[in-house]
């Protein structure tokens, strides 16, 4: 294959993961574990007011 064809392969998704790997200063920083523990809080606190209602 030509080295100057393009294929469209990786290329096409090259912007979108120079897009996502870029880190904007003014991003909100939220740590993994918190979204975790808020996820099975939120769980719990769901299936406490199954059982009380």
Known sequence: MDKGQNTGGLMSSAGLVRYFDSEDSNAILIDPKTVIA????????????????
Do not use: A, D, N
């Not at 808020?38 to 209602?53: F, K, N, R, Y």
């Open 38 to 53: 808020t996820g099975v809080m939120i769980g719990v606190l769901i299936q406490l007011l199954t059982l009380v209602s």
